[in-house]
């Protein structure tokens, strides 16, 4: 299992964390999304099949676009 960090400058509010954890949640693969509003940042543990790229991807679909 893989851990990466992004830093998402759109994040607001518990609101936003809700909103991604809701979308990466479905993707197979993730195991757990963890926000925090104040650093402007989500913490995601995945695994096969799911790719970096696609999570990224779905952030940036969800207009929540990662910058790392």
Do not use: R
């Not at 979308?23 to 913490?43: A, M, R, Y």
């Amino acid at each position: 299992m893989e851990t990466t960090t992004f830093s998402i400058p759109n994040i607001s509010c518990g609101h936003c964390v809700k909103s991604i954890t809701n979308e990466l949640d479905e993707i197979e693969g993730v195991k757990s999304v963890v926000g925090d509003p104040q650093n402007k940042s989500i913490t995601v543990a995945w695994e096969s099949p799911v790719t970096l790229d696609q999570i990224k991807a779905t952030l940036e679909e969800i207009n929540y676009p990662a910058t790392a």
